[in-house]
């Protein structure tokens, strides 16, 4: 009976460690999607405001040739305003993804110490074998 209660801890230990593992790994993968999301609208803003920034100035050049003051001003102004947000969003983007750890490693960290723990113990066991078969043979 000792024998079916220890498999029985060991079964239910191991559905433990797994679930929590699952648990953890379903956390990461959420903060992952937020992350994704979040960069790719924040690139998609930032392409767009370079985009008006790009039209802004062609229509800059276009307009040099009218003979009104300070509409070369304004929209000068307004190209510099759209250039300079959009690349500030991008770099915003670039540092996000470059400061992010990598995807998972809580969940690996965590698997690389259950794993060290089993060879800890596994390893003790064998030490335990061999002090056991020791002792056996000295009693001979």
């Given at each position: 009976?000792?024998?079916?209660?220890?498999?029985?801890?060991?079964?239910?230990?191991?559905?433990?460690?797994?679930?929590?593992?699952?648990?953890?790994?379903?956390?990461?993968?959420?903060?992952?999607?937020?992350?994704?999301?979040r960069?790719?609208?924040?690139?998609?803003?930032?392409?767009?405001l370079?985009?008006?920034?790009?039209?802004?100035?062609?229509?800059?050049?276009?307009?040099?040739?009218?003979?009104?003051?300070?509409?070369?001003?304004?929209?000068?102004?307004?190209?510099?305003?759209?250039?300079?947000?959009?690349?500030?969003?991008?770099?915003?983007?670039?540092?996000?993804?470059?400061?992010?750890?990598?995807?998972?490693?809580?969940?690996?960290?965590?698997?690389?110490?259950?794993?060290?723990?089993?060879?800890?113990?596994?390893?003790?066991?064998?030490?335990?074998?061999?002090?056991?078969d020791?002792?056996?043979?000295?009693?001979?």
């Amino acid at each position: 009976m000792a024998l079916r209660e220890s498999i029985g801890d060991v079964v239910s230990t191991l559905g433990c460690i797994l679930r929590t593992r699952l648990e953890l790994f379903s956390l990461e993968a959420a903060g992952q999607r937020v992350h994704l999301t979040r960069s790719l609208a924040l690139v998609l803003v930032g392409g767009l405001l370079l985009t008006l920034a790009l039209l802004v100035f062609t229509l800059t050049i276009a307009l040099l040739f009218w003979q009104t003051d300070y509409r070369y001003w304004a929209l000068g102004l307004l190209t510099a305003a759209y250039a300079v947000s959009g690349a500030c969003i991008l770099l915003h983007v670039r540092k996000s993804f470059l400061e992010q750890p990598a995807p998972f490693s809580a969940t690996l960290e965590e698997l690389r110490q259950d794993l060290a723990l089993l060879d800890r113990l596994r390893s003790s066991d064998d030490d335990d074998d061999e002090i056991a078969d020791g002792a056996g043979r000295a009693g001979e």
